[in-house]
């Protein structure tokens, strides 16, 4: 099987466990689930294959989409108080 190949049906994989991935979420998830499963095989002497690296994927990309969902609530609130400060303090 071609690599081109390889990493669609990987993503196939993945998306069968969490819904849609965009190129760039695979993009900027697949190196890390890769040196993940990698290291786990590694360590432990397994011979994890394509499906396993796909649930390792999904798992980054939902923790990833976690990250940027945090991170983005906190600087929404950080506005707000910034917001609220700034209102609290004006006579």
């Known amino acids: 099987m071609e690599v081109n190949q390889i990493t669609e049906s990987i993503k196939k994989y993945a998306e069968q466990e969490l819904g849609a991935i965009t ?15 990698d290291e786990i095989n590694r360590r432990y002497g397994t011979s994890h294959g394509e ?4 649930l390792l994927l999904a798992e980054t990309i939902q923790a990833n989409r976690l990250s940027r969902y945090c991170n983005d609530m906190y600087d929404l609130n950080k506005g707000r108080s910034r917001h ?3 209102t609290a303090s004006t006579p």
């Open 23 to 37: 190129e760039i979420e695979f993009q900027t998830a697949y190196t890390y689930a890769k040196r993940k499963l």
């Open 84 to 86: 609220h400060q700034e």
């Open 51 to 54: 499906k396993y690296l796909a």
